[in-house]
């Protein structure tokens, strides 16, 4: 894993906190060259930076992004390929927000909103990176969807159908661009400690570290997974979900999931 990580360029959206954090410092454990954490958070981004720079003088480069923003989103990628001498070779389109809500309190605006931030933020950072990685030879973009892309839990309609779309983008484009040498692998990083839970009171019991999910996700990126999924109950999401077979067994679950959401109960499932 640390051969096919050490020297490269890296550039990881959503790269202040949780999982994005987590992926810029294995990275440079792992002997990257250069790694450009990305974030909105600016303030954030800075203390992280400053952390990073003093471990790993010269590799480390934050630059504040809104990746709602195509204009934020090309020129991230290109203060990226400066500061890389002209490489981007690992592209994490990390950003993304949770989003829970009934669909009924749902407004056109949250829509545009969820698919702004969980879809186009990371087609604006596919567009900008391809013109590098097809320069140079070749490169990785690892796009992070869910576990709810096979389990889409009722009150987060929005998460559910923007991380869905992104999955899907993933999986065309990996057959499409195979033969330039670029390679795509959809993330799904498990249920992680993150800020993402701060607004539900906390990570449900079980969740793992950043840190933790990191590691897994550079293992599956290393040796090229179509989809890099951590956990059991994501492959068991994975398998069982759409099989027609297993359809009565599955309106049944998420049938409690919606009465319990209903009630104010988003953790206990």
């Given at each position: 894993?640390?051969?096919?990580?050490?020297?490269?360029?890296?550039?990881i959206?959503?790269?202040?906190?949780?999982?994005?954090?987590?992926?810029?410092?294995?990275?440079?454990?792992?002997?990257?060259?250069?790694?450009?954490?990305?974030?909105?958070?600016?303030e954030?981004?800075?203390?992280?930076?400053?952390r990073?720079?003093?471990?790993?003088?010269?590799?480390?480069?934050?630059?504040?992004?809104?990746?709602?923003?195509?204009?934020s989103?090309?020129?991230?990628?290109?203060?990226?390929?400066?500061?890389?001498?002209?490489?981007?070779?690992?592209l994490f389109?990390?950003?993304?927000?949770?989003?829970?809500?009934?669909?009924d309190?749902?407004?056109?605006?949250d829509?545009?909103?969820?698919?702004?931030?969980?879809?186009?933020?990371?087609?604006?950072?596919?567009?900008?990176v391809?013109?590098?990685?097809?320069?140079q030879?070749?490169?990785?973009?690892?796009?992070?969807?869910?576990?709810?892309?096979?389990?889409?839990?009722?009150?987060?309609?929005?998460?559910?159908?923007?991380?869905?779309?992104?999955m899907?983008?993933?999986?065309?484009?990996r057959?499409?661009?195979?033969?330039?040498?670029?390679?795509?692998?959809?993330?799904?990083?498990?249920?992680?400690?993150?800020?993402?839970?701060?607004?539900?009171?906390?990570?449900?019991?079980?969740?793992?570290?950043?840190?933790?999910?990191?590691?897994?996700?550079?293992?599956?990126?290393?040796?090229?997974?179509?989809?890099?999924?951590?956990?059991e109950?994501?492959?068991?999401?994975?398998?069982?979900?759409?099989?027609?077979?297993?359809?009565?067994?599955?309106?049944e679950?998420?049938?409690?999931?919606?009465?319990?959401?209903?009630?104010?109960n988003?953790?206990?499932?």
């Amino acid at each position: 894993m640390k051969e096919y990580f050490a020297n490269k360029v890296a550039v990881i959206t959503g790269g202040a906190s949780g999982i994005g954090l987590a992926l810029c410092e294995e990275l440079l454990a792992l002997g990257a060259k250069a790694v450009v954490p990305a974030d909105l958070n600016e303030e954030k981004l800075k203390t992280e930076c400053v952390r990073l720079e003093a471990a790993y003088p010269g590799k480390v480069l934050g630059v504040r992004t809104d990746v709602t923003s195509r204009e934020s989103v090309f020129a991230l990628m290109k203060k990226a390929a400066e500061f890389g001498a002209g490489r981007v070779d690992l592209l994490f389109n990390n950003a993304g927000l949770g989003l829970g809500k009934a669909f009924d309190d749902t407004t056109d605006a949250d829509w545009k909103f969820a698919f702004d931030v969980n879809f186009y933020g990371a087609l604006y950072g596919i567009r900008a990176v391809l013109p590098i990685m097809r320069a140079q030879g070749g490169g990785h973009i690892a796009n992070t969807a869910s576990g709810i892309v096979f389990s889409p839990m009722p009150h987060q309609t929005l998460y559910s159908a923007s991380k869905a779309a992104l999955m899907a983008l993933t999986s065309s484009l990996r057959g499409e661009l195979w033969d330039e040498k670029i390679r795509l692998s959809t993330i799904i990083p498990g249920t992680v400690a993150t800020p993402i839970w701060e607004k539900a009171g906390g990570a449900p019991a079980g969740a793992i570290t950043p840190q933790e999910s990191a590691q897994g996700i550079l293992k599956g990126l290393a040796a090229n997974e179509r989809i890099i999924i951590l956990t059991e109950d994501d492959k068991n999401g994975a398998k069982y979900h759409f099989l027609p077979e297993y359809g009565e067994t599955v309106d049944e679950y998420f049938v409690k999931v919606a009465r319990q959401r209903r009630s104010g109960n988003f953790k206990e499932i």
